[in-house]
Nanobody, 127 residues
Framework: VQLQASGGGLVQPGGSLRLSCAAS????????VAWFREAPGKEREFVSM????????YHADSVKGRFTISRDNAKNTVYLQMNRLKPEDTAVYYC?????????????????????WGQGTLVTVSS
């Protein structure tokens, strides 16, 4: 299982970026996929998650209304559309995937529930 994150870069406050997470080596549609981010000196935190079929999507409160997660199973890719970016969104963004069934509440926010990780892509929001 390999995940490749891309799409990061430098953007001004208020701007937009779209991150991509391309998967290979497994049946992509069987895996839930999430985005986490890690800012300098901070813990890695949950951003967004999408279920296998895309019918369930979750976003952290800090990005709700600005970020949208989606997936195209035919292309083995998950996207994170980021709009109205703020300087505090600056971080390395990682995509993660897992196929196991979990039943406790808000499990998708727990980074330790994901077995596979991409290498990260840097997003810098600055004027």
């Amino acid at each position: 299982v390999q995940l490749q994150a891309s799409g990061g870069g430098l953007v001004q406050p208020g701007g937009s970026l779209r991150l991509s997470c391309a998967a290979s080596g497994y049946t992509f549609s069987s895996y839930g996929v999430a985005w986490f981010r890690e800012a300098p000196g901070k813990e890695r935190e949950f951003v967004s998650m999408i279920s296998t079929s895309g019918d369930r999507r979750y976003h952290a409160d800090s990005v709700k209304g600005r970020f949208t997660i989606s997936r195209d199973n035919a292309k083995n890719t998950v996207y994170l559309q980021m709009n109205r970016l703020k300087p505090e969104d600056t971080a390395v963004y990682y995509c993660a995937a897992d196929s196991s069934v979990k039943t406790y509440s808000n499990w998708y926010r727990n980074r330790y529930e994901y077995a596979y990780w991409g290498q990260g892509t840097l997003v810098t929001v600055s004027s």
